[in-house]
């Protein structure tokens, strides 16, 4: 996906992916992966989830990567937060009280960014992304994080025949094939539900070394 699609969404105010309330999935789910403490939580390709703010209440310090510097000030005056401007190489962005908001391309992340990563959580993420740029996603998580850091993902599912993305269809299997590194890839959870007339089912992953 170019950035301009992403840009042209966010100046037309119309991001259905938004959830007005904490992820269910990240709720009931989050405490499956058992970390020891409470590190620093990635959240690539972050928009304005208020997921970020329920990870930081549980004590977690959040890295969120967004694109969109409309996404990012819409996240602090929705949730009258107070942030100071970031200072890094390669992004704008802002630092808050356990929370840093890069804004720019999540390909330009490096392994020093993701130093302190314990997890990473991925929702409306890799299934906002094509095929080829999927594989690159995968790959650059892999490069970056320290090894074995695990994953909350949550995928969809569907005939990609009948529908465009974004959010593309994600196979089980392709997560598999991308993570391939993961000794356990467990699906916690699944939902299905029907878009634009057509069966979805959502799935909810654990990705652990
Ligand atoms: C479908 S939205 C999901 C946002 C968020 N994860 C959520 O659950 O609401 C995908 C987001 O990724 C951002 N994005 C797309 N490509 C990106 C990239 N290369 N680097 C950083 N952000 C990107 C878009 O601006 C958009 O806000």
């Known amino acids: 996906m170019q950035a301009d699609f992403w840009h042209d969404m966010w100046a037309s105010g119309v991001v259905g992916f938004h959830q007005q309330e904490?992820?269910?999935?990240?709720?009931?789910?989050?405490?499956?992966?058992?970390?020891?403490?409470?590190?620093?939580?990635?959240?690539?390709?972050?928009?304005?989830?208020?997921?970020?703010?329920?990870?930081?209440?549980l004590g977690h310090e959040v890295l969120g990567i967004e694109l969109?510097?409309?996404?990012?000030?819409?996240?602090?005056?929705?949730?009258?937060?107070?942030?100071?401007?970031?200072?890094?190489?390669?992004?704008?962005?802002?630092?808050?009280?356990?929370?840093?908001?890069l804004?720019?391309?999540?390909?330009?992340?490096?392994?020093?960014?993701?130093?302190?990563?314990?997890?990473?959580?991925?929702?409306?993420?890799?299934?906002?992304?094509?095929?080829?740029?999927?594989?690159?996603?995968?790959?650059?998580?892999q490069k970056v994080l320290p090894?074995?850091?695990?994953?909350?993902?949550?995928?969809?599912?569907?005939d990609q025949s009948t529908m465009n993305g974004p959010p593309f269809s994600v196979l089980e299997s392709e997560v598999r094939e991308l993570f391939a590194e993961f000794a356990s890839i467990e699906v916690v959870d699944e939902e299905r539900f029907e878009r634009k007339g057509n069966a979805v089912t959502e799935k909810v992953l654990l990705l652990r070394p």
Not at 117 to 135: C, F, T, W
Not at 147 to 158: R, S
Request: charged fraction near 25%; include cysteine; glycine fraction near 4%.
């Open 22 to 57: 904490i992820n269910r999935f990240l709720r009931d789910f989050w405490p499956k992966l058992e970390l020891e403490g409470q590190g620093r939580v990635l959240v690539p390709l972050c928009g304005k989830s208020l997921d970020m703010l329920w990870l930081r209440k």
């Open 147 to 158: 090894k074995g850091t695990p994953f909350l993902m949550v995928i969809m599912e569907y």
């Open 103 to 141: 804004c720019g391309d999540f390909f330009q992340l490096t392994a020093e960014d993701c130093m302190q990563v314990q997890a990473v959580y991925d929702r409306a993420s890799i299934v906002a992304l094509p095929p080829k740029m999927r594989h690159d996603y995968a790959r650059h998580l």
């Open 68 to 101: 969109s510097q409309k996404a990012l000030d819409e996240f602090l005056s929705e949730n009258q937060l107070n942030a100071e401007p970031v200072q890094h190489d390669n992004y704008c962005g802002y630092e808050l009280e356990q929370m840093t908001l």
